[in-house]
């Protein structure tokens, strides 16, 4: 059987540090690129308890009028939207392209999977020049929810076909990695970063400080090394 891993985009694949000249311009904190994420990703799943999903992107947009007002600042509607777009214009890391084709290499099917929608996702892995390496793009937003509600995991599962103990994750988020598992997938932490370390209530099967090196233990994992 193809061994399918599941990417996540955002921070795993995609280079967030790129926003940093920008968000300086506009907030004065060479910090509140890393302080608007956090607030993303606290709105997205603190809406999710409370039952109130809105889209990812939404989740955005507020938090950068989160941050505006901690720090001080006021953004117009033409501000918000620069982030928007620069985010459709991010890099890979540098690592990516050598991991994604090792992996493909190897005979595994790549999978792209965002919280972001299908599209915004899409536009993402056009400009990084990825759009070749994955073999589709699933988004979140298809179970309603934002990861990580295991309905989304299982959703995505059931859209390529496959059970989801037989799918792997690949995110450098412990909290990706935790729901992905208590979902049924296997875990894959990529630890780029020291601040980027595995949630020992919710330990990873796999560790790796690149994307070829976490796919070829994977791969070793399955017993395909």
Request: charged share 20%.
């Amino acid at each position: 059987m193809t061994l399918t891993c599941l990417f996540d985009i955002n921070e795993t694949v995609l280079d967030l540090s790129a926003l940093d000249g920008l968000f300086t311009e506009l907030f004065g904190d060479p910090q509140s690129r890393t302080l608007w994420f956090a607030q993303t990703l606290q709105n997205a799943m603190t809406a999710e308890l409370c039952g109130r999903h809105a889209p990812f992107e939404a989740q955005g947009q507020a938090a950068l009028d989160m941050i505006a007002a901690r720090l001080g600042r006021t953004l117009a509607a033409a501000d918000k939207q620069r982030v928007a777009d620069a985010l459709k214009r991010l890099p890979a890391h540098a690592d990516v392209r050598a991991g994604l084709d090792f992996a493909r290499a190897q005979g595994v099917r790549c999978i792209a999977f965002s919280n972001n929608a299908r599209a915004a996702t899409q536009a993402q892995l056009e400009y990084a020049g990825l759009s070749d390496a994955f073999a589709d793009i699933l988004s979140a937003e298809d179970a309603g929810a934002s990861k990580p509600v295991t309905a989304t995991y299982r959703q995505a599962a059931a859209s390529l076909g496959q059970p989801t103990e037989g799918l792997w994750l690949i995110a450098v988020h412990a909290w990706d990695i935790a729901g992905a598992q208590a979902a049924g997938f296997r875990g894959a932490l990529l630890q780029r970063r020291p601040e980027q370390v595995a949630n020992p209530l919710a330990p990873p099967l796999v560790t790796a400080g690149t994307l070829q090196e976490a796919v070829a233990r994977i791969l070793a994992h399955e017993g395909r090394s």
